[in-house]
């Protein structure tokens, strides 16, 4: 059922929907959902004179209730147990379809067998990096949130903030190493592009040509 029921348009629209969410989600602070009336409200406590200057930190700048009751509460943990949970049930379903199979081909179970834990080991490896790059950052600000006295290191504020960033690689690569397709074409981008080689078939044509 998969093409008929993921057909070009309804992909589009997703994709365009996945957009327009993060897009909602990541601007929220600049909506007015941020630390500036905060910060003017303390410097007015203060009675200062001085010119109102903002330190362009992330915890200075960023709210810790939108990063940590919007943000990690409604945005990240949720999608994370539900992708949890859908990803057991496929293992469930591999695990019974693979004996299934695996009972009414006895002559060959290893075609079956390699075919599902290859993708059952692809789907445990995107929630495993998911998880990876984006818990670590969410735990750092719920800390920072509900025991405002715990110091934590800026260095490993910078590193989370770096991780989840780098999940947006990260699948890629994944899907690069586990699906042949996809590490076709990435081969060939890369010796066409980056290491100056062309394809065989086309180097012959145009030696050929050159010759006539």
């Given amino acids: 059922r998969y093409k008929s029921m ?26 007015g959902w941020n ?4 910060m003017r409200r303390t410097q007015e406590l ?7 200057v903002i330190t362009c930190q992330f915890e200075t700048v960023i709210s ?45 179970p290893q075609k079956y067998y390699g075919k599902e834990l290859k993708i059952a080991k692809s789907l445990a490896l995107v929630l495993f990096l998911f998880a990876l790059s984006w818990l670590p950052l969410h735990v750092l600000n719920c800390i920072t949130l509900f025991c405002p006295s715990c110091q934590t290191p800026h260095i490993l504020t910078y590193i989370a903030i770096f991780l989840t960033h780098g999940n947006s690689a990260m699948n890629p690569i994944v899907y690069a190493f586990r699906i042949k397709k996809f590490r076709t074409a990435f081969l ?10 062309t394809n065989k078939n086309t180097t012959s ?8």
């Fill in 188 to 197: 060939q981008i890369w010796n066409q592009y980056f290491c100056c080689k």
């Fill in 35 to 38: 630390n500036l009336n905060k």
């Fill in 205 to 212: 044509t145009t030696t050929a040509e050159t010759g006539n």
């Fill in 46 to 52: 203060n009675s200062s004179h001085t010119e109102f």
């Fill in 6 to 31: 993921v057909t070009p348009r309804r992909a589009a629209v997703a994709i365009a929907c996945c957009w327009i969410v993060s897009f909602l989600v990541g601007l929220t602070p600049m909506f």
């Fill in 64 to 108: 810790m209730e939108y990063m940590v009751y919007f943000n990690f509460f409604v945005w990240v943990l949720p999608p994370l147990l539900l992708m949890l949970l859908i990803y057991l049930e496929v293992f469930n379903l591999i695990r019974k379809q693979l004996n299934k199979k695996v009972s009414s081909s006895s002559n060959d």
